[in-house]
């Protein structure tokens, strides 16, 4: 069994900073890439970030230039450090993992973390 565990959401106000880890534990053969999702309230879920085992990353434009996504590949775990935070960052965020987890590969979702940026 696979589980994904994020961290490190919160309240903080208009420029302000998070730094978000997820942990990927359980039966895990191989992490091929791991990411942040966000989903605002009446929107559907979107991708903030994205970084593969080799280190190639994606962002949505939305992102770009105020978070950097990284991962510790030895740990299973991957970070979203959040600056300059903007009230329209206000979303769960979920963590997800393209894994193998030694039977099948398949997509693994965190329980999600509230991020609330408002002054």
């Known amino acids: 069994q696979v589980q994904l565990v994020e961290s490190g959401g919160g309240l903080v106000q208009p420029g302000g900073s998070l730094r978000l880890s997820c942990v990927a534990s359980g039966s895990i053969f191989s992490i091929y890439a791991m990411g942040w999702y966000r989903q605002a309230p009446g929107k559907q879920r979107e991708l903030v970030a994205s970084?593969?085992?080799?280190?190639?990353?994606n962002y949505a434009d939305s992102v770009k230039g105020r978070f950097t996504i990284s991962r510790d590949n030895a740990k299973n775990t991957v970070y979203l450090q959040m600056n300059s935070l903007k009230p329209e960052d206000t979303a769960v965020y979920y963590c997800?993992?393209?894994?193998?987890?030694?039977?099948?590969?398949?997509?693994?979702w965190g329980q999600g973390t509230q991020v609330t940026v408002s002054s």
């Open positions: 970084i593969t085992s080799g280190g190639r990353i």
């Open positions: 997800n993992a393209d894994l193998n987890n030694w039977r099948t590969r398949g997509d693994y």
